[in-house]
């Protein structure tokens, strides 16, 4: 079954520092999606992707954060200057309509460590 | 607005014992709902997963969930439990219309075997 892969699976960064975070989501998809989880909590939708632009961000998603599709296969997350609050799994998805055909996938995520 | 409830925060079973893990949607539409497991430091494995059909889904790992609309529930089920069955469990739904489609989370349910 087709996969989104995301790297790294684990990146610590200092406080401050820009990091950004890939997913290659499944080929024949059209809408991107990053979700995150902070230690202990319930995943959480941050912003959502399609035809080059965002389609839905959450509060969450501040001037801090961006997304990008740089070229045909892969969607980052970019986060300009990293926090200790930052610090949480971040999971990336990817769908195509109908879903129920198509399917709605999630990666493995990456831990983001904040110190 | 999507949402859904996991009632019990945390269970504890017997390794053997059966297991139900309850979820309750709120929707007007047609969901998708899924059921997702979560290691300690792990990403989401998908159990499985409804859209539409057999109310009785199967799973991975011999879980299977029932889908009923008349409940607004897709309780989790597991005849006899695993030690290795430990970990967090989240109830999510989506929308089944539309173009992009935010998933949303239960709070999960925590699970603790015991021998």
């Known amino acids: 079954e087709p996969e989104v892969t995301q790297t790294p699976s684990h990146q610590v960064t200092q406080m401050g520092q820009e990091v950004i975070l890939r997913c290659v989501p499944i080929s024949n998809h059209l809408y991107f999606y990053w979700y995150r989880q902070i230690l202990g909590q319930k995943v959480e939708f941050l912003v959502s992707f399609y035809n080059n632009e965002i389609s839905e961000k959450s509060e969450i998603f501040d001037d801090q954060f961006s997304v990008e599709r740089p070229d045909g296969s892969n969607f980052t997350l970019k986060i300009r200057s990293t926090k200790l609050e930052d610090s949480a799994m971040y999971f990336c998805?990817?769908?195509?309509?109908?879903?129920?055909?198509?399917?709605?996938?999630f990666g493995s995520g990456t831990r983001l460590t904040v110190v | 607005a999507q949402s859904v409830t996991q009632p019990d925060i945390h269970i504890t079973v017997s390794e053997g014992a059966s297991l139900e893990l309850r979820c309750n949607y709120s929707y007007g539409a047609t969901p998708y709902l899924f059921w997702y497991v979560q290691s300690p430091g792990q990403g989401l494995q998908l159990l499985l997963k409804y859209f539409s059909g057999d109310t009785l889904v199967q799973g991975i790992k011999g879980f299977e969930a029932e889908f009923k609309r008349s409940q607004s529930s897709f309780n989790l089920r597991k005849p006899s439990v695993h030690w290795s069955d430990a970990a967090e469990y989240f109830c999510a739904v989506v929308l089944l219309s539309g173009g992009y489609q935010k998933v949303t989370f239960g709070t999960g349910t925590k699970l603790q075997v015991i021998p």
């Open positions: 998805a990817s769908s195509h309509p109908p879903t129920a055909n198509y399917g709605y996938t």
